[in-house]
């Protein structure tokens, strides 16, 4: 396993669509923060995004677990593995 630091930033979502998404968004993150998945995050002040700090196998396992979130498709990713 490695470790990854993913920006992602929101980009064509609308309030109401990322309010309604929000509950299950923050319940996945919450099970992949129980599970050693995610070992941190953190809200950008700026814009709506966030920074999370993963444990993966490589960067299409990354790819995949971010695809399980509502979020999901409304995100710009970078994804960056960390040493």
Known sequence: MHTFMVDILLQGIDTDTRLNLLPREQDLLKEWEDNG????SYLKGDTY???LVLM??????VDNKLATLPYYPYMKIEINTLK
């Not at 993966?56 to 396992?61: E, G």
């Open 37 to 40: 998945t995610l070992l941190a």
């Open 49 to 51: 995004g966030i920074y």
């Open 56 to 61: 993966a196998a490589d960067k299409t396992d």
